[in-house]
DNA sequence: GTAATCTCTCTAGTAACTAGAGGTGCAAGG
DNA sequence: CCTTGCACCTCTAGTTACTAGAGAGATTAC
């Protein structure tokens, strides 16, 4: 059985991330020893390693908890399974479009900037009046997020 | 004179954002009516709309203080303006990288998904095995936010 | 035995808002 | 003139996924 410290270094969580799952409801209640320590054991560290990789490719918690609690079906179809990662496909892929577009503005801003005073600075220019602004970004908020 | 819901309409920025940036002090305190309504004029629009485009632009909201304090100095130097706009370039690239790198990830894991049950999916399997991943991400939570 | 290191709980803070409750202001129709 | 209804006010709390810190108890190493 490991204590919190040592199931962090070998899941790579930090030991207050794991609480916090705990109490969220990710991971279950630990057992206690004697002195009210929690204690893990291998299902514990699985668990535990299973969401730390779906968290590296971005999955939402929420997601998480429904990939964790399909994992745990095995007889049952993996549609769901497939329709959570392909969505997850889909916000990293609109995701990227909208930096891609963010990225090329950024350039045109950076570029075009003389060095001089800032009267003149084409980035302030750029950000006071959208009309100078090369494409249209409005309404995607949460393609940022 | 615009009451907060026409600046809102006209700036494309809501309601109680507008009341947000005042109350953390991005925009100034707005004057108010007889009955205690806030009203704004021109200058409040143009910097909400600056405030707006940064945003769209993925500039956080501490960057944006700085470039407003600095367009407000036009005399200076734009070396400054520059440095952050640079910086928030080199974020978004960063973003972006990591990003494409998950995509990858993400489309190997969902076209290898045969179709089957839950025990046989290569989604599950790959987040719960590490060592079945194609590369290497770790230590790097913070590109994604 | 004691000092150092873990671990415990609890609270509060982060970014950038969003949602809701409960109450006032104001403009237009009847 | 009055009322209806929308816009506005303040304040609190919630969101995501943690992180930081205080103050106290548990373990481990020497």
Chains 1, 2 share one sequence.
Do not use: W
Not at 21 to 30: F, Q, R, S, T, V
Not at 59 to 82: N, W
Not at 93 to 119: D, H, N, P, S
Not at 123 to 129: A, F, K, P, Q, R
Request: hydrophobic share 45%.
């Amino acid at each position: 059985m490991l204590t919190i410290g040592k199931l962090s270094d070998a899941a790579g969580v930090k030991v207050p991330t794991i609480r916090y799952y705990e109490e969220i409801g990710l991971l279950p209640e630990a057992e206690r020893s004697a002195g009210n320590q929690r204690l893990y054991g291998r299902r514990a560290q699985e668990r535990l390693t299973f969401i730390r990789h779906a968290r590296e490719l971005g999955f939402p918690l929420e997601a998480i908890r429904d990939l964790l609690s399909l994992s745990d079906r095995p007889d049952q179809s993996c549609a769901a399974v497939d329709a959570i990662a392909s969505a997850q496909l889909l916000a990293v892929e609109a995701r990227i479009a909208r930096l891609v577009a963010l990225k090329a503005e950024l350039e045109r801003m950076v570029t075009q900037c003389a060095g001089g005073r800032i009267a003149e600075c084409h980035v302030i220019e750029v950000l006071g009046d959208h009309s100078l602004c090369a494409h249209d970004h409005s309404a995607d908020q949460q393609a940022l997020a």
